[in-house]
């Protein structure tokens, strides 16, 4: 089994719905991160979390929101798509900031 | 501010050449410094990292970097491309606050 595990892997849905991607590691980190990207912008975090009750906002939070539902297990929600959010989404756990970062294979979601 | 430049959007290099690929950044003190490769339909996986010691940095797949702190540099090298190493290449850097900063990324194609 992959150490992180994104579902869906793809996702195409209409402007105005509400969707979640799902993440989950079997690292037994206590760090997760929602990235978002763009071609030509590199990697964005739009949300990161250290344990199950500590939340935080990125670089580029507004339209999403995260639930982080166990230490291994956090999922990012947009609450009304829009097409601009169309993009590749990827999850990422770490033991701390100097260590390596496990990502999962990419969500890659298309809002029409 | 926080800031990582990779300058080359896209390079191409023939099968067998050497290859550098340019990592720049602004941060006050020695930071964290990581090389992702990221191949087609992939997550990303890490190359190398550094953040002290030794400022030749050897990773996997015979790559190695250089941190260079008079040009905050941590640019990447590899003597001899193979046709596998097509990718797109991610330097990172931090800790800002509690977060990492990810470079636009560069595009590497290697020609036969």
């Known amino acids: 089994d992959a150490d992180v595990t994104q579902t869906p892997r793809n996702r195409i849905t209409k402007t105005g719905k509400r969707i979640m991607l799902e993440c989950s590691q079997t690292?037994?980190?206590?760090?997760m991160y929602w990235y978002r990207q763009d071609p030509g912008l590199g990697l964005q975090l739009i949300y990161y979390?250290?344990?199950?009750?500590?939340?935080n906002k990125g670089e580029i939070s507004d339209g999403y929101s995260v639930s982080r539902q166990a230490q291994a297990k956090f999922s990012l929600s947009l609450e009304s798509a829009i097409p601009n959010q169309t993009a590749l989404y990827f999850c990422?756990?770490?033991?701390?900031?100097?260590?390596?970062?496990?990502f999962g294979q990419g969500t890659r979601l298309t809002v029409v | 501010a926080q800031s990582v430049t990779q300058p080359d959007i896209h390079i191409t290099v023939s099968e067998g050449a050497s290859l550098e690929l340019r990592c720049n950044y602004s941060?006050?003190?020695?930071?964290?410094l990581f090389w992702y490769v990221q191949s087609p339909g992939q997550g990303l996986q890490l190359l190398l990292k550094?953040?002290?010691?030794?400022?030749l940095v050897q990773g996997i797949k015979g790559f190695e970097a250089e941190f260079k702190r008079s040009q905050s540099s941590f640019n990447l090298r590899k003597p001899s491309v193979h046709w596998s190493d097509a990718a797109e290449y991610f330097c990172?850097?931090?800790?800002?606050?509690?977060?990492?900063?990810f470079g636009a990324g560069t595009i590497l194609r290697v020609k036969s």
């Open positions: 990422a756990t770490s033991d701390a900031l100097n260590t390596e970062a496990f």
């Open positions: 690292k037994g980190h206590d760090r």
């Open positions: 979390s250290f344990d199950v009750k500590d939340i």
């Open positions: 941060y006050g003190a020695t930071p964290y």
């Open positions: 550094y953040f002290s010691g030794d400022t």
């Open positions: 990172a850097v931090g800790p800002y606050g509690n977060k990492l900063v």
